[in-house]
């Protein structure tokens, strides 16, 4: 079984620019997670999508946004790009294991913007 | 509200125990824990879903305390693959999914031979 696929591996954009990332969550799976990984500050919750519709919101501004498609798969568009914003972008997908069910992540796109 | 992960860092030698806190100032209703090596992305090791519950695999195992809205993550008998970044994530609203976890900080695990 396929896990989470996440391209690009690495992004470099300028500040201003527009980003974008793209997630395949595990297949069969209907919904996706983003979350940003940002140095010193830890995991946090972006998005949620579930059967194309956007489930949960985390504390980030509107230029944030993403959308999730038939197959399932996702996409994180980052507008107006800030230095700030350069991170490591992980997508996941919610998956029953052996200890109960947690995020299988995939192996994340690194934005930089300079 | 971030959970409190505690110690900020650790430094153990093959074979020695280590014990990592996670607390919170909100009432918890699950908590994730997972581990993160370098450059690579968060691997789940378990999520606890009730007060009391405990769970584990192999030497890592974790408690659960509703009342003290803490879960505690023990590592016995460490092994130089345990070194990483242990974080937890607490879902603070009370069953159902809404797909956000608050993780901690982090607590960073260096296993020396």
């Known amino acids: 079984e396929a896990g989470v696929t996440q391209s690009p591996t690495h992004l470099i954009k300028t500040r201003g620019q527009q980003a974008t990332l793209r997630c395949s969550p595990i297949?069969?799976?209907?919904?996706v997670y983003w979350y940003q990984q940002a140095l010193g500050l830890g995991l946090q919750f972006l998005l949620w999508?579930?059967?194309?519709?956007?489930?949960n919101r985390g504390n980030f501004p509107p230029r944030f946004s993403g959308r999730q498609f038939p197959n399932y798969s996702s996409e994180l568009n980052v507008n107006a790009l800030e230095l700030e914003d350069s991170a490591l972008y992980l997508c996941a997908s919610l998956l029953q294991g052996g200890l109960g069910y947690g995020y299988t992540f995939g192996s994340g796109t690194r934005l930089t913007v300079v | 509200q971030q959970p409190v992960q505690s110690p900020q860092a650790v430094i153990l030698r093959e074979g020695e125990d280590a014990v990592i806190n996670c607390s919170s100032s909100?009432?918890?209703?699950?908590v994730h824990w997972y581990r993160q090596k370098h450059g690579e992305a968060p691997v789940f090791l378990m999520i606890l879903l009730k007060g009391g519950e405990q769970k584990g695999h192999e030497k890592i195992s974790a408690s659960f305390n509703e009342k003290k809205q803490q879960s505690s993550l023990y590592l016995t008998a460490s092994q130089l693959s345990y070194s990483g970044t242990y974080f937890c994530g607490t879902d603070t609203i009370r069953g159902r999914n809404t797909g956000k976890l608050i993780f901690g900080q982090g607590t960073t695990l260096q296993v020396k031979p």
């Open positions: 297949s069969g799976h209907t919904s």
């Open positions: 909100k009432a918890l209703y699950s």
């Open positions: 999508y579930d059967e194309g519709e956007e489930r």
